[in-house]
């Protein structure tokens, strides 16, 4: 099966610090990854979709210039949290989407951002 | 818009029970992919089973079965005989076609708690 990394794996950092999460196809090119947000006992958010070589499309309610996402190559997606506040912890989950066959998507472990 | 609705916040049962968690999902696309995840305590996602709108056989792979109605819009998961290590959480999900990003849009989730 095709297989995402993710990575840090876990985060601590200050408030008003950037954070920079990857995301890694390490089986398969994605030219779209998806971006989730969990927040403790709730469901996955859909963030913002990812997309190589082009501006990533976000959802209604997040704020593209606080979320960067970077998907500068088929096998690599960032999420950059900038100046992180305390409400921006929470579980991070890229997903990205596998072409070859039935446009699966493979999830990755998951990031999770405590900001102090 | 899409939804997906899993009313079952949080399930009890002894270990050996049957246990059967509900999805219920509105979509006006006539293609569309329903998915079962599972999310243990690692927060790690584990996918159980795609199905496509067109396909309404219903699915048996050990102990889990599905059962998707297209007629009452529902894709219930039954776990036969549970087992400790069943506990999780599980969430329905509902992606749009291709043609519209292939997003997914999950439920709430269902808290499974399985007791010895």
């Known amino acids: 099966g095709a297989v995402v990394s993710q990575h840090p794996s876990w985060v601590i950092c200050k408030s008003g610090t950037s954070v920079k999460i990857e995301c890694r196809s390490l089986d398969f090119q994605a030219t779209t990854m998806f971006w989730y947000r969990q927040f403790p006992k709730q469901s996955l958010m859909l963030m913002a979709t990812?997309?190589?070589?082009?501006?990533?499309?976000?959802e209604q309610g997040v704020e593209k210039d606080k979320f960067l996402i970077n998907h500068a190559s088929l096998t690599l997606s960032t999420l950059t949290v900038t100046s992180a506040h305390p409400e921006d912890s929470s579980f991070y989950i890229c997903?990205?989407?596998?072409?070859?066959?039935?446009?699966?998507?493979?999830f990755g472990p998951g990031t999770r951002l405590t900001v102090t | 818009a899409q939804k997906v609705t899993q009313a079952q916040t949080e399930i009890s049962v002894v270990e050996k029970e049957d246990v059967t968690l509900d999805c219920v999902y509105e979509t006006r696309d006539t293609t569309y992919y329903l998915f079962w995840y599972k999310q243990p305590p690692s927060g790690e996602l584990v996918f159980l089973i795609r199905?496509?709108?067109?396909?309404?056989q219903n699915e048996i792979s050990g102990r889990y079965s599905w059962n998707f109605q297209k007629s009452t819009s529902s894709f219930n998961f039954t776990i036969t005989a549970s087992q400790v290590v069943d506990s999780a959480v599980y969430f329905c999900a509902l992606s749009e076609p291709m043609e519209y990003g292939n997003k997914l849009v999950f439920g709430a989730g269902t808290i499974l708690r399985v007791k010895s």
């Open positions: 990812s997309n190589e070589g082009s501006k990533a499309t976000y």
């Open positions: 997903s990205a989407r596998d072409e070859r066959g039935g446009y699966e998507q493979y």
């Open positions: 199905r496509n709108s067109f396909d309404e």
